[in-house]
């Protein structure tokens, strides 16, 4: 079981250009969910997801980011015109169960530089 | 609204002193409490979990929390640090919509 894989695990971007971070949860697991890491911040939630469907987004910045998990194909966290605020860590986490009583296993985390 | 906060944001123990990491979570109704630990340059991990029954719950390692519903606490203890137990851990918990959120995470650093 490869468990969540997440690429590119470093990624450096200037200013203005667009960062894609994807994610490939476990297999047998419908659920993605995507956590920011900052320094001192520790991990904070951004966006839970189902194939095809975003179930909560309540932690998704308003404008530049956006997520998606369709049918085919990894999760893919995508940030437009990235700004020197973005550079963090992005973990990504898959569950294999719609309850709260569900265990998320995490991915090693993107980790996203802008210059 | 939910949340989870931890109290210590840096600790430094010696080995072989005992650790007790404070947690203190609001959730209206059912709450599912979790400890994950990310050790230096790896994913996190799941050190343990509560969801009912026993309030003493026993993880991996011989991490234990206790779930003290009278003080919304999820006390992470070890006996007995070691330093490869230097990490950081954060406190998290969820409620039956599946979300899981974090306290602010507290990092452990074990002198030998």
């Known amino acids: 079981n490869a468990g969540v894989m997440q690429n590119p695990r470093h990624l450096v971007r200037r200013r203005g250009q667009e960062a894609r971070l994807r994610c490939s949860p476990m297999?047998?697991?419908?659920?993605v969910y995507w956590y920011r890491q900052l320094p001192e911040e520790g991990l904070k939630f951004m966006v839970y997801l189902q194939k095809e469907n975003i179930i909560d987004e309540s932690g998704m910045p308003k404008e530049r980011f956006s997520a998606e998990f369709p049918k085919e194909g990894p999760s893919i966290l995508r940030i437009q015109q990235v700004v020197r605020g973005d550079s963090a860590a992005y973990f990504c986490?898959?569950?294999?169960?719609?309850?709260?009583?569900?265990?998320?296993?995490f991915g090693a985390g993107s980790r996203l530089t802008v210059l | 609204a939910q949340s989870v906060s931890q109290h210590n944001h840096h600790v430094i123990l010696s080995e072989a002193a005992s650790l007790e990491l404070g947690c203190n979570y609001s959730?209206?109704?059912?709450?599912?409490l979790f400890w994950y630990v990310q050790y230096p340059g790896q994913h996190l991990q799941l050190l343990l979990k509560y969801f009912s029954g026993d309030p003493l719950v026993k993880g991996i390692k011989g991490f234990e929390a206790e779930f003290i519903k009278s003080k919304f606490s999820f006390n992470l203890r070890k006996p007995s640090v070691q330093w490869s137990d230097t990490a950081e851990y954060f406190c998290?918990?969820?409620?039956?919509?599946?979300?899981?959120?974090f306290g602010q995470g507290t990092t452990l650093q074990v002198k030998p």
């Open positions: 297999k047998g697991h419908s659920h």
């Open positions: 986490a898959s569950s294999g169960q719609v309850s709260g009583a569900n265990v998320l296993t």
């Open positions: 959730y209206g109704g059912t709450v599912n």
């Open positions: 998290g918990g969820s409620s039956n919509t599946g979300k899981l959120i």
